[in-house]
């Protein structure tokens, strides 16, 4: 109904903050706890968390929103989660596959904060980045070099303009690489498809032009079950964003649990204990995925199915 980025900075921090008067009974950090999504950011989230802590009787409870500035209880290595968690899960991958990562040419659907950081972890790790996108469109690297996507998100940065929090630019600035639309850049040549931009981006009537090998769902619903089904009778690896994108929740687990204590992590620590999260939740899909010949996606839900059986049982259910 609302596009936030239409809005300036005052009349985003006033939908903001009405937001959270809105649901102020129904939020809490022993409730539930709101953590960052598409168009939020830590300016955002610290609005939202400051609107709740000044209603009487939260004062200090700054664990009711994750992905908050430092300053008002965020987590070091918040930013940076669900991309590096995504790289960490897809690392764990081509170790299995035994395929080397340097060989690996990847497209990133998406240079928010997510696929940004995904790229910048899989460049720093040697792999080619041959396509990134934005809502304005994408770009493909005809040449094969590859792009550096610091390079890129710079440009985007520093040639657009600004709209209340958000930077209205768009990788289309840089130069020396082809211009293509978002739709087009899925279907180009590539090892690893990484969807990390809106749902429903891979569906029964492009699946078949995609030309990747692994396709790792860093957003929330990308691929239909059209396409699913066509990826798996072609043997393409579908990544489920529920494994894929777990390393947002996870480190959002992790600065609420900081705001809790009052103690705080260094980065390190925080993305260490992120890392190992993943690692333990990889290697549980990937056993029921080799046990039952199934797939990624099913062997996720079977063991997300089997955690919650076991927690009903354990407190005396059925």
């Not at 992905?67 to 290595?77: D, E, F, N, Q």
């Not at 972890?121 to 980045?129: H, Q, T, V």
């Amino acid at each position: 109904k609302l596009d936030p980025k239409k809005l300036s900075t005052r009349e985003l921090e006033a939908v903001s903050r009405a937001y959270v008067r809105a649901l102020k009974d129904l939020i809490g950090p022993h409730k539930d706890v709101p953590a960052p999504d598409v168009n939020t950011n830590a300016t955002i989230m610290g609005w939202m968390v400051d609107e709740y802590m000044s209603i009487p009787g939260n004062e200090g409870k700054n664990g009711v929103f994750t992905g908050k500035p430092i300053a008002l209880g965020g987590s070091l290595g918040r930013e940076q989660a669900t991309g590096a968690g995504g790289f960490f899960v897809l690392m764990n991958l081509l170790k299995r596959l035994k395929k080397d990562p340097k060989k690996m040419c990847v497209i990133v659907q998406g240079t928010g904060n997510v696929g940004y950081w995904f790229a910048k972890y899989a460049y720093d790790a040697g792999m080619k980045i041959v396509g990134m996108s934005d809502s304005q469109g994408g770009l493909y690297d005809l040449r094969g070099r590859g792009m550096n996507p610091d390079e890129v998100v710079n440009t985007k940065r520093t040639k657009g303009l600004r709209a209340g929090v958000y930077c209205k630019g768009s990788v289309c600035e840089s130069t020396g690489y082809k211009s293509l639309s978002n739709e087009k850049l899925l279907e180009m040549e590539c090892d690893i498809l990484v969807p990390a931009a809106l749902e429903d981006q891979l569906t029964g009537e492009n699946a078949g032009r995609v030309k990747a090998d692994i396709v790792l769902e860093l957003a929330n619903g990308p691929t239909t079950p059209e396409a699913d089904a066509k990826f798996e009778k072609r043997g393409v690896i579908v990544v489920p964003d529920v494994l894929a994108n777990g390393g947002g929740v996870a480190t959002s687990y992790l600065e609420w649990v900081q705001n809790l204590q009052s103690f705080y992590w260094e980065e390190k620590v925080v993305i260490d204990r992120m890392r190992a999260l993943m690692d333990s939740a990889f290697d549980a899909v990937w056993k029921v995925k080799d046990n039952k010949k199934t797939s990624m996606r099913m062997a996720a839900y079977a063991v997300a199915l089997e955690r919650i059986a076991e927690a009903v049982r354990m407190r005396g259910g059925v």
